[in-house]
Every structure is written in C-alpha cells, then in structure tokens.
C-alpha cells in the first residue's frame, strides 16, 4: 500500500517522519532523569528486556515462570489450552521493557530487537483489505486480530516504538510506511467492529479499543480519517464513563481489578487530553475523581485489594491512584495507598508508571514526599455502592482493622463476575481471614469453573447447587434477582443485608455486622425449605484448622480465628486453594457447616479474630424465635427478620 493513500494532503514520507518526531516526547531528558535518580527501577527494567531480549516471557499458562516463546516470538502460537496466551503475547507489552532498556543504556541490540519483532509480526499476521466485512463474530475469536488487542497495541504498545526509537536511526522512513500501513489497517477494522462490539459502551474492552483508536489519531493527524477518529474515541471514552462509573463509585462489572485497570485508562485519556491539549467534560472528570475512592474502599487493610469477581488480589490500586494524581494533580489516593500497601511498594509501584508522565522530574519528587507520612483518611468506614450491590465495611484505616467486602448482584453485569451471591472476603488483625479464591485461570477447564462456583466462596447453598448455572468460562445460566438492599451504620455496629431468589421457592436472606470493631455476626434466614440440604461455606486463608466441639479454629503466626455458630451443625473440613496472579495457588481450607432443613431455619455465625494461644470464648444461645443471646465478654441479643436484624448491647447483674 502507498502511504500517500491514507493521507489527508500528500506530503513525503521524510516529511511525515518529522512531523511525528515534533510531536514525541523528549524521551532522552526522561531517561537521563530516570537513570540518575531511580536506580531501582533501571535495574529492574534492564534485567527484564534481557530476559525479552532472548524470548523469555511470563504469559497465562506458563505457571508464573519465562518460558521461551521464540525469537522471534511464536505469534500464532496457542499453548497450555489457554487462548489468554495468545492474546497477551500479540498484545507485546514486553516491548516496554526493552524500549525502556534502550533509552536507558542506549544499546541498540535492545531497539532493533522490538523492530525485528514488529518486522516480523507485520509478515506473520496478515491483514487484508476485505476482513472489514469479516462477521463480528470473527473479532472475538483466538487470533491476534481479536478487536481487544487491536486496541490495546495501538495504545499501549506500538507508541511507545514512537517515542523510545522514533528520534532514532533505527526508525527509517522505510520502518515508518510499514508501521503506519500496519496501525492505519488495524484502526480502519477496529472503528467499524468496536461500537458493534459494545452498542452500550458497558464493558471494559470498549474503553480500551477507544484508547487505541485516539492514540493513533493524535499522534498521525495527517491520517484522512484522524478528526473523525479522534472525535469518535472522545465521544466514546465519554460513553463508556457514564455506562461504566456508577455514582456511589466502582466501575460497573464489580471486580477490583478491572475497576483499578479502568482508573488507569480514564486517567491515561487525561493525560493524552493535557499533552494533546483538549478536554473532557466535567461530568467525566467528576465521576473519575469519585470513582478513586473505590480503589482505596477495595483494598483489604493488608494492602491487596478484595479479588471478587475476575480479580487477583495484588497491588494495582497503586496504579489507579498513580493516573489519579497524573490526571487530577492530586496525591490523596497515592497517600492513602501508603497507608495500606506500605511506602517502599507504594512508590515501587508507582515508579513503574513514571515513563508516562508528563513531568518525570516532578512525578519522581512527589513520590518521594510520600516518605515517613501517614495521610489521614476522611473517609467513611462504610460503603455502599447500591448499582454493584456491594458493601465494604471495615473498623478504620490501619493495616490490622476488621474489613469485609460484601456481594450480591443477580442478574449479573457480565460473566466476569463469579457465582458468590452473598459471598465475602474478611480481613482482621493483618491477616487475611476468609478469601474470595481469585481468578486462577480464565482456561475453559475445571480450575476456571473450580474457582468461579459457589461452593469455592464463602456463601450458603442448597441441595450443593450453584446459585445458577455454570455454562463455560463467560457463559452462565438465567439468573433471578438478587440484591444488597441495606447498608447502615447504627453505631456500635455496622450492619449489611441482602437477599436472592435464585433457589425460588426458597429465599434467602443474609446480614452480616461488624460489631464493637471486634467480631462478625452473619445471620442467615432461609425460607421455603423441604427437607432440603443447607450448606454453608467458608474459604479460610489457612491451613492450620481444627474442627472443636465448640468452634472452628483456624491458626497461624499473624493472627487466628475462632468460628461459632448455632445451630450446631456436621462440620467438615475441605481442600481450598486461594489464587493471587495468573496460574498459581496456594492451599487453603473450606469449612462447611451442613444439615437438612424443612420450613424456615436461621443460622447464625460469629467470627472472631484473636492474636495469641488463649481461645476466645464465646456462648450463642436461643432465647426465642430467631432471637438470640451472644456473650463474647459482653451480653448482645441479636434479634434476625426476612430483612433486618438488630443487635442491642445487655446487661446482666
């Protein structure tokens, strides 16, 4: 293809390599800057371009570890049964690594190696002129052209061949037409496809095809269609802001890490507004600002943020409050993750992101002001997002608070969401207690559908049946309505409610209270019954666990926990497995409490988390109809209806 084609004027190839060259960044100030100042991260960034450099790479599937891929890379190659494999290795985000090494050290075998790979990549995938018309259908499947990956190089991966190599020798006008023949082809498909994809902008996918869609228009405007694409992109980032960042903030299909991801890619379409000098609208900037909060909100006080949903328990938050203060110029959110994550991981993490920003020297001295603060938190101990259906209610902002994270959305968003209706993740004393199991895998196979169902979350269930129908790894079976419908804070107690019909006849309804900042009571009422088996199921984050007469007891060197419930009930003790990144796990225990009901049953559970040898005591007793004594050091009557449940502190002489 003549280049000339796709360009509003025509002008030569010399001349449109400078034009780009005007618009690039002054990569050689960042990198001066970087070396001198972040010796950490050079480090870490050269070890890992080697690493590249000979075509090993960490991907799904690979257990955690490099494997070789090829040099060059295998690109249409589908390994360990997972198409995620594929996918992420034509997405090249191991190019960051060695462009940054090249910038760093200036050694040319790290630049030629990613135009190599973009070379042969180009003569491997081929894009024809008439797949535009390809069925829709086409653009989900496992290859690279799947219209996620079309989006996600061309903003996150290709520019960056720009800036790190386009000053250089390296670039020619002859690397440039290929370059530019490549994106333009893989735009034109991707304008067509995406608003198919995504009619209602609703999904993260759409956000980041936009994001690729606008990065090309702003960095080739000589492109015919650049101002009908870049108009497009903005219109569409701020579609998918009001489709996907709901009011109470937390972006709408529920799960922390995409929520984080997200805050990352609204933020970066900041940051290319001030550094291409336009803006979004106010109502954008609005919800962005509110919609930080979450990321703190999600985060358990031991620094992970909950892995509901397709999420891992890792640090990402950081990550979202890095393009918070890059796009609102404000540190709260990096502040109040040092709280949490700790300092060293904050600015760690933070540091990894420096290349993007706009100012480098500055980005680098906040973070360092960052050193020896404690930032106090304003914010309130209980959160309620009413369009997730999720509450997060803790005891304060320090690493050993009590904090639960609570769900129940039915009908779901979209399949990355799991089947854990009235499910929670508990966190106390800097211990994570009782675990969402994570994501582990998104393979079609038994460790995906393992990890999504119901009896692998912390939840009730009846007759072993899931809450609705596991169909494959984004498909589910109908599902009926469920909700979170309360959330309160009633001062000595904090209180959670919620309910689902998916076991129709038979309802459910779940409370869930912090109390004195010390325990968790869980009330289940459960309606309808006949001769039915009830199941309830905690995933505990150990694997030290002793079935007592009086309690369950879950022991380790951080801190342990005792579980009381009533009635008493067969007990028994499950394998579990717990997973924080991509194909690895670690042990844990489910304990299931278990019996068969008819009628209406209430069961009530109370968590304790205690440090040290000495068990507490606790004495649940039944004074009445779904009324209860608890004494824990203190008298509470607990008192559980269809939808509320009231605890009141008593006094015995």
Not at 132 to 160: M, Q, V
Not at 591 to 604: E, K, N, W
Not at 616 to 638: F, S, V
Request: aromatic residues 12%; proline residues 4%.
């Amino acid at each position: 293809m003549n280049i000339q084609a796709l360009l509003k004027e025509p002008i030569s190839t010399g001349q449109l390599l400078a034009n780009l060259r005007s618009r690039l960044e002054p990569i050689a100030v960042k990198s001066a800057y970087i070396s001198d100042h972040m010796p950490e991260l050079v480090r870490e960034t050269i070890t890992n371009a080697e690493e590249a450099y000979r075509g090993f790479l960490k991907l799904p599937g690979t257990g955690g570890v490099r494997e070789f891929v090829g040099s060059p890379p295998c690109w249409l190659d589908i390994r360990h049964n997972d198409n995620e494999f594929l996918w992420q290795l034509n997405r090249m985000t191991h190019w960051q690594d060695l462009l940054e090494a090249y910038s760093l050290t200036q050694d040319e075998k790290y630049g030629r190696k990613v135009i190599e790979e973009m070379l042969d990549w180009i003569g491997t995938v081929e894009i024809r002129d008439d797949m535009i018309d390809y069925p829709i259908s086409y653009f989900e499947g496992c290859h690279p052209l799947r219209a996620l990956e079309l989006g996600i190089r061309n903003y996150k991966t290709w520019p960056l061949i720009l800036e790190h190599l386009g000053h250089t020798e390296m670039f020619t006008e002859a690397v440039l037409e290929q370059y530019l023949e490549v994106v333009y082809k893989q735009i034109k498909i991707l304008r067509k496809v995406s608003p198919l994809l995504w009619p209602k902008a609703d999904h993260n996918h759409f956000l980041m095809e936009c994001l690729g869609i606008l990065t090309t228009a702003l960095y080739f405007p000589e492109l015919r269609e650049a101002e009908e694409w870049r108009a497009f992109a903005i219109e569409g980032i701020e579609r998918c802001c009001l489709a996907q960042l709901t009011e109470d903030g937390g972006q709408i299909e529920g799960c922390p890490s995409y929520h984080n991801g997200c805050m990352f890619w609204f933020g970066l379409a900041v940051v290319l507004a001030k550094r291409f000098r336009f803006q979004f609208s106010d109502k954008y900037m609005e919800l962005f600002r509110k919609n930080l909060d979450y990321s703190i909100y999600s985060l358990r006080p031991t620094g992970k943020c909950v892995p509901v949903g397709d999420s891992h328990a890792n640090n990402l938050a950081v990550m979202g409050a890095v393009y918070g203060y890059m796009a609102l110029d404000d540190l709260t959110w990096l502040g109040l993750a040092t709280n949490l994550i700790g300092t060293q991981e904050t600015v760690r993490e933070a540091s990894k992101h420096v290349w993007r920003a706009l100012d480098v020297q500055r980005f680098s001295e906040d973070l360092k002001s960052l050193q020896g603060k404690h930032y106090e938190c304003d914010k309130l101990t209980t959160f309620w997002n009413r369009t997730l259906h999720q509450a997060i209610i803790r005891s304060g902002w320090d690493f050993e608070a009590l904090s639960f994270l609570f769900t129940c959305r039915s009908p779901i968003q979209n399949s990355h969401a799991h089947i854990d209706l009235m499910s929670f993740d508990f966190t106390a004393l800097g211990k994570n207690m009782i675990c969402d199991p994570g994501i582990f895998c998104y393979r079609e196979d038994e460790d995906r559908k393992q990890f999504k169902s119901a009896n692998y979350h912390s939840t009730l269930l009846i007759d072993e049946r899931d809450h609705f129908e596991y169909i494959s790894s984004f498909q589910f079976g109908p599902q009926k309505i469920g909700a979170v419908y309360n959330v309160e804070d009633r001062g000595f107690y904090q209180i959670a409610s919620a309910y689902h019909m998916n076991y129709e006849p038979i309802v459910h309804h779940r409370h869930m209270a912090l109390v004195d900042n010390q325990l968790i009571v869980i009330a289940d009422c459960v309606e309808g019954l006949e001769h039915n088996g009830v199941q309830r199921y905690f995933h505990l984050d150990y694997t030290e666990v002793e079935a007592a007469s009086e309690a369950v007891i879950a022991t380790s060197d951080i801190a342990n926990l005792a579980i009381f419930t009533y009635p008493q009930e067969e007990v028994e003790l499950l394998p579990g497995r717990l997973s924080d990144m991509n194909d690895i796990a670690r042990p844990a225990t489910r304990v299931r409490f278990q019996g068969i009901y008819s009628g209406t049953v209430t069961f009530l559970t109370v968590l304790v988390p205690y440090k040290g040898d000495h068990v507490p005591a606790a004495d649940i007793q039944l004074t009445g109809d779904a009324c209860y004594e608890l004494n824990y050091g203190r008298h509470y009557r607990i008192m559980v209806r269809d939808n509320d449940i009231e605890i009141f502190k008593i006094r015995h002489y």
